[in-house]
Each structure stands twice: as structure tokens, then as C-alpha cells.
């Protein structure tokens, strides 16, 4: 670990350890600079030095990695692919070494897809590194200094600009007008204002306003700021200190295919013991020649192409994620989707636009509704559901121009629609100026802005001098609306004149607004003699109140209908998120979560031990104010019920929760290169609706992969029936094994390939989300095994027999009961598309492209073996005549017919398994 930094013991350490977790957020400055053995003119050099020995560089240590040989052999450490390999060693045995070829091509082709396809978790870590400042500005002897991010100590003070990447943790000294962007912390889209004075000391991560944050983005202002955590004891260090220590889940098709082939190896290996102990002991056959019958036994047996296939399944499951904007870091990940039935969303850009947007407007008489999408400057405003004419509301004119003219932003017409620069809320009132009918460029055209008092923590408004050409002057401000209201002395009536100021109608207005979790600004204005060409604070007095704008981030259209088809599906949906209790409640309501009463906070969970956290996890639906331990602890709650989880993320915040859920989905566009490497799944449209689309291929994929372990095991379980009903009964074999090893290549490669391509079973989204310990053989399953093993058993000595009783050789008997084998599992293959439903229609007759192509590939090579003269010496085998072909076709449409039947009585009874 060349870049681990040192630990030593010292007491200095020691206390850096203790400082970093003080509440430094809640302690006035000078106690800060007291307690840091410091002052505001910064440490000496020397100091510096000798604190960077102590503490350590301004970095996180890496970890130490594997290498890529190991990661790859990893690979191989699987039950069934041992299996793979012992069914290669016995091809080997038997000399069909093209076999043996075939089976660790696949082997290895498994592994080599694996590798490219699993992400290494430790480049969570590596991603979340590079967030660190490569340079700061800091105060150093007294002057001001460029010096390396990785040489800051606690105590430096560290000066700030509009786009600066915070260096390390800082207890802020002085902020002019500062606003950070914290999102990949907190999740918040809006950047959050800062200032110097302490704050509570449980306040919330994104609470903390006297804190800037390293790895977050100063949007803009000024600061300085005190170094109170470096390195792993910043916060960000902190989330890296959890991903190291999060334990990383298999998934559920992992640990059923584990289980499922540790027994199928173990059944395999009592049975050819059994068998073998038997004709030694019991039957007195030759030991050698019933040892290559047991190794005949347990190749017809061992399903040699299913992890093949189960790997190509899943690979055609990368590929319909990747249409539905999902991409797959993990193979084996796809079908854990299947079986989610929780998904913890974020709300920021996930559930939401990441658009602010006006949505309501309160005047003096009136409190309108406003349409529209996004930035777009275009949509309906409604009164009581009905669409008016701004034109014919004067106040809505008023407050237009000053949403025009009190604002720095800028709106952009790209081809993926409107874009804001600047502040996304600024953006936002500019589009509502341009609902209520304002041309932006043309009014900015006819007023000139003289001076302006830019927006800052302290004030908390913005207001603006413009003049027209036609002599007139207005100041225009906007602002929170408890400072506007203490600034006003008039308001502005629907008729266009001036009244009183009502201050409690306001304060009433502005919660009824905020209690939907919108955002509250308020607007006013000032006529001023047009000689007035420079603005002070005491001009902005004396104000009239035009009215109150809320804004909010939207919901997405699509994520309330993918919000339901998760309800319909069984799968229950939780938002988690960085914003406030009342905004996060409104989403909620909006996009249809079944409980938005009652929303638990960050604070709210650390109150709460596991025990308790566990029973509210089960009832609570939307999560507000939360940091990355929360997120983490829910994830955690939510296994702890035995539930599939899956955790939507896009900031350095959720890495943590990403690694621990069972199914990790970071987002694509917005989302963090750590978060993206601590997921199984990257969102290319970052849209909670894609999620939803990726459960459906993932239930898809599950229900592929039951499909080919439904067809396979019946058809080697009736192979090997045949072989030990005959070597039980001391009968000649019906079927060779180089006849058998011959069907178990060409079907599996062909006919249970097909299987990975079916398409989306009906009400595939109205079933339940599975147990995640149920096993893949279910009791329905082990049922469907024994009835079609018995059926290809009889099938297959049934014409066996009829072939010796009309006088055929040993040669044709063998040939009929090898075709019959093919034919049964061809019609198998037709039945198994639909485990849910009928067979017995037209699409199930049809099939899908991939189907027919199998089925006339495998046809084509049979009749080649059966009637090829050089196969025909290979294989033992001999021309079959047509009757007897008609014969043949006639026991796979008799095989199912019977399956069918048995299923539709199990389809009326009721007792088909729907997971």
C-alpha cells in the first residue's frame, strides 16, 4: 500500500482522532481556532510540517488489491463448474476428448465473462479518492499560499472561491454569499447556503451550515475556513472507512445454484455408488464394464451444459437491461432484480426531475396552480382547475417582471429540451415568467439593471434597481418569506391598487405551500424616482408584498406509474433521502407511496436501536434528512426481515448502501464514479421508471433460467432412469453412451439454449416477488422431474421394446429409442415455455424465431446420425422406417398431452407456485 498513510501513535494523533469527531459545527469559531491551536492568520510553515508528519497526508489509504489472476480464478470457485470439470475428466476417460474440449471451452468462456463483467468493489474506494482537491489556497505564516490538497492539516485556514472543490473538512470563519453544492453528500439538488455562526448540535448533515464538506463545490461566494478533519476523518473519509468494512452479498441465484448443485453432485455420486456396489457385489457383473457403465450413468446424469446455458441466460439478460437503460456491471446480479421486493429510491433526479419548477403562485385574492415541464418557459396556470389568462390578473404581470428582472439566470432551448444556467431556482421563476407571458429577452431589453444587492445567507434576498426608457424605476426583490414580510408595509390587492399588509394571511399562505413541500419565495417591489441610480440596504424598506411563489422539484410522470406497477408487483417502495421532512413527504404523496403519514428523519434514527429500527423500517416509507450510516442501517433493517433489497444512489453518500444491498442501482448521468463502482447496476437515464423496466427483465431472467432447469433436469434424470432401470433388471442398454453423450451435446447447446431468449411471460409484474431462501428445485419442480423422467423412461423402453418385438436389430431398437428421446424433448421444450400459463394456444404453437431455429437444427443433425452411413458407424446407428418415424412424433405429442393435463389440473386447483 505505497500510499497508505502512516499511523503513528502520537498524542497529537490521538487527538486529530477526537477532534474529528467534535460537534465543530455547533462551537463558535474562536473556540474552534482555540481548540486547533490555531488563529486566523493560519499556522507557520514549520508548524504545518510538522502537524502533516503527525496526522498524515490529506488522502485516503488504499487498499490493498488482488490481482488480476486471483480475481480470475475466483471465477472458478463454483460448485457446478467442478462439477463442469469432473464431467470433462470423464469424457476423457471415455476418449471423446472433442467433448472434453467443448466442456472447458465453456468452463473457461464462463470465467473469462464473469471477469469482464464484475466490477472490483475495492474501486469504490479508488473513485472516491479522486474527489479530493489537488490544490488549495491557504493562509501560511500569515500570507496566503497555493500549496498540494494532500499537504493540509487540521488548523490550516483555508480560503474559498466560487468553483473550488473543498480540500478537507472546514469549520467556516466568514462566508459572503456562499452556497455549496453538496448533493454527492447529502442528495439536495439545490446548492445549500453557508455562514459562520454555529448551528445545533444534532443538526443533520445537510443542516450544518456553518460546515463546508470536502469533496462538495463551492456554486458561489467567498469563505475561509479552519481545517478541523483531513484524510479518513473527513466525512467523505468516513463513507470510505464504511465501504471497506460493508460486507458485499451474494446474490440469490448464486446461492441456489451453489446449494442446488452441492446436492445434485452429491445424489449423483450415492446413486453411481449404489449402482455400482450393486452389479459388483449383487449381479457379479465384470468390475470394469460396470464401472463404465456408472461413468455412462453419470455423464447422462451431470448436467454439463447448464452452466453454460445459465451464463448465456444471463448474458441475454445484459442485453434487454441495456434497452431498457440498465446497464449490468455483475452477471449474476441480473436476476436478483427479479426478486427484489424493496426498493430504497432516492428522490433528487431518481424520483424527481432535478428540475426546480414553479408549481404554485399565491396573490392577495388568489392562489393559482402552474403547469408545465421543467424549464421550459411554456405551460397553463390554473384557478381552481380552470386555465386563466395571466393578462387578466395584474399582479400575475407584476410578478412575472419581477421574476425576470430580480434574477442572474439564464434559460437555453437544447435538443433534449430546456436547460437552466445559474441557479436552478432562478431558472425555474424565469420559466414561470415566461407561463405568465413575458418574452425573458425582450424585457431585460427594455429595463437596465443600475444596481443590485446580491443574495447572501445574512439578508437572505436579493433585490435589483432597474430603469426604463420610459422614465420609470422599480426595485424588484425577492427572498425568504419571513425577511419580505418584515420588509414590507403594503401589499398588492387583485385590483391593481394597495392595502395594509396582512402578515399573519402570509405567514398562514407560506405554510400551507411549504406543507407541500415546495420551496417559498416571496416577491416584492419599490417604485423609486428615476434619478435613484444606486442601491442601499436602507432602500429596501417599505415594500409591497406581490405575493408568494412555491417551487419544487417534480416528480417524474413515469415514476408514479412505475411506482405502481411496483404495488401491483408486491415490491413496496422507500424514499431516502438528504431533503426535508416536508418536501420529501410531498414527493411521496405525489408519486403514490402507500405511507406518507408518518416520515422518520435522520434524527428520528439515531434515537432508535436496531430492534426498533427494524420494526419502523417495516410500516415507514419515506426517509428524510438521512446520512450514509442511515442509508446503510436501513438496508441493513430491511435484510434483517429477510427481503431482497434493492438501493438507488448517485452520490459518494450512498456508496456504502450500493455495496450492502442485494441489488445496487447507481445513476449514470448524475451519479458518482464511486457510487457507479459500489453498484451492480448504472441507470444510463437515471429514471426510477428504467428501474421497474430492469425488475421485469430480471423476473424474466429467472423465469428463463427455471425454464432451462425445468427442461434439463427431466431430460437427464430420464436418461439416467433409463440406464439404471436397465442395469437393475440386467437388460442391454436401449441407449449407448456415446449415444447419450451425443444428445446431451446437441440438445443442450440447441434446445435449452433457446430457453435463455423466451420472451416475458403475461402478468409477469402482477406475481409476487419470491422468497429469497426459496430454493430453484421447488416441490413443484421435483414433482415435474419425476413425472417427466418416469414418462421419458417408459417412452423410451416402451419403444425400445416395440422395436425387439417386431424383429429389429439391437442397432434400430437403440436408433428408435435415441429419436424417441430427441422427439420427447422437443415437445418438453414447447410445454416448458409457459410455467405460468396454458401451453395450449396459438403463440405456444408458434414459438419465438430462436425456437424453431433449435428445433430444426437438432432435427437436421438426427436425421444425420440416423441416416448418414458415416455417422451411422460412429453412433451404431441404422435408417429408421417412416411408419415408425410417425410413431415416434406420436409419443412426444402423447408426452405432452399428459404434462399438460397434469398442469392444467394443477392451474384449476390452484396449487401452481407463482414465485
Known sequence: ?????????????????????????????????????????????????????????????????????????????????????????????????????????????????????????????????????????????????????????????????????????????????????????????????????????????????????S????????????????????????????????????????????????????????????????????AHFDFAEMFMAVVGLSVAAIPEGLPAVLTITLAVGVRGMAKRNAIVRRLPAIETLGSVSVICSDKTGTLTRNEMMAASLATQAHTFDIQGTGYEPR???????????????????????????????????????????????????????????????????????????PFDAKHRFMATLDHDHENNAFISVKGAPEQILSMCAEQRTAEGGRERLDRDFWHDKAEQIAAQGQRVLAFAVKPVD????????????????????????????????????????????????GDHKGTAAAIGRQIGLQNTDEVLTGTDLDSMDDTALARAVLETDVFARTNPQHKLRLVEALQSHGMTVA???????????????????????????????????????????????????????????????????PTNGGEAMVIIAALLFGMTLPITPIQILWINMITATTLGLALAFEPTEPNTMKRPPRPRKQPLLTGSLAWHVVLVSLLFLFGVFGMYRYAIDRGYSIELARTIAMNTLVVMEIFHLFFIRNIYGTSLNWQTVQGTKTVWITVIAVTIAQFAVTYLPPLQKIFATEPVPFLDGLLIVAVGVALFAVIETEKQIRLRAGDVRTS
Open 215 to 282: 469533496g462538495t463545490v463551492v456554486t458561489s461566494g467567498q469563505a475561509r475556513g479552519v481545517v478541523v478533519a483531513t484524510g479518513s476523518q473527513t466525512e467523505i473519509g468516513r463513507i470510505s472507512g464504511m465501504l471497506s468494512t460493508v460486507e458485499e452479498l451474494t446474490t440469490p441465484l448464486v446461492e441456489q445454484i451453489d446449494s442446488f448443485g452441492r446436492w445434485l453432485t452429491l445424489f449423483i455420486l450415492l446413486v453411481a455408488g449404489l449402482l455400482l456396489a450393486y452389479g459388483f457385489f449383487v
Open 530 to 577: 428615476p434619478s435613484h441610480t444606486v442601491l442601499e440596504f436602507d432602500d429596501v424598506d417599505d415594500l409591497i408584498l406581490l405575493g408568494l411563489v412555491g417551487l419544487i422539484d417534480p416528480p417524474r410522470p413515469e415514476a408514479i406509474e412505475a411506482v405502481e406497477a411496483c404495488r401491483k408487483a408486491g415490491i413496496r417502495v422507500k424514499m431516502i433521502t
Open 1 to 213: 500500500m505505497p500510499n497508505a498513510s502512516p499511523e503513528p501513535s502520537s498524542p497529537r494523533k490521538q487527538a486529530h482522532r477526537e477532534q474529528a469527531h467534535q460537534d465543530w459545527h455547533a462551537k463558535p469559531a474562536d473556540t474552534v481556532l482555540d481548540s486547533l491551536e490555531t488563529s486566523a492568520d493560519g499556522l507557520s510553515n514549520e508548524e504545518a510540517q510538522a502537524r502533516l508528519e503527525a496526522y498524515g497526508p490529506n488522502r485516503l489509504p488504499e487498499p490493498e488489491k488482488r490481482s488480476a489472476l486471483v480475481r480470475f480464478l475466483r471465477h472458478f470457485h463454483n460448485i457446478l463448474i467442478y462439477v463442469l470439470l469432473g464431467s470433462a475428466a470423464i469424457t476423457a476417460l471415455l476418449g471423446h476428448f472433442i467433448d472434453t474440449g467443448v466442456i472447458l471451452a465453456v468452463v473457461i468462456a464462463n470465467a473469462v465473462i464473469g471477469f469482464i463483467q464484475e466490477g472490483k468493489a475495492e474501486e469504490a474506494m479508488s473513485a472516491i479518492r479522486k474527489m479530493l482537491a489537488l490544490r488549495a489556497s491557504v493562509m501560511r505564516d500569515g500570507r496566503r499560499q497555493a500549496v498540494a490538497g494532500d499537504a493540509l492539516v487540521p488548523g490550516d485556514i483555508v480560503l474559498l472561491e466560487a468553483g473550488d472543490k473543498v480540500p478537507a473538512d472546514l469549520r467556516l470563519l466568514e462566508a459572503r454569499g456562499l452556497k455549496i453544492q453538496e448533493a454527492i453528500l447529502t442528495g439536495e439538488s439545490v446548492p445549500v447556503d453557508k455562514q459562520a455562526g454555529a448551528v445545533a448540535a444534532d443538526a443533520a448533515l445537510g443542516d450544518r451550515a456553518s460546515m463546508a464538506f
Open 647 to 713: 438501493m438507488t444512489g448517485d452520490g459518494v453518500n450512498d456508496a456504502p448502501a450500493l455495496k450492502r444491498a442485494d441489488a445496487g442501482v447507481a445513476m449514470g448521468i448524475t451519479g458518482s464514479e464511486a457510487a457507479k463502482e459500489a453498484a451492480e447496476f448504472v441507470l444510463a437515464d437515471d429514471n426510477f421508471a428504467s428501474i421497474v423496466a430492469a425488475v421485469r427483465e430480471g423476473r424474466t431472467v429467472y423465469d428463463n433460467i427455471k425454464k432451462v432447469i425445468s427442461w434439463t433436469l
Open 379 to 453: 405551460g397553463a396556470i390554473h384557478l381552481e382547475d380552470v386555465p386563466v389568462d395571466a393578462g387578466e390578473h395584474g399582479v400575475l404581470e407584476a410578478m412575472g417582471r419581477t421574476a425576470v428582472l430580480c434574477n442572474d439566470a439564464f434559460l437555453h432551448e437544447k435538443d433534449d429540451g430546456w436547460r437552466a444556467e445559474g441557479d436552478p431556482m432562478e431558472g425555474a421563476l424565469l420559466a414561470l415568467a415566461g407561463k405568465i407571458g413575458f418574452d425573458i429577452g425582450a424585457e431585460r431589453a427594455r429595463w437596465t439593471r443600475t444596481d443590485a444587492i
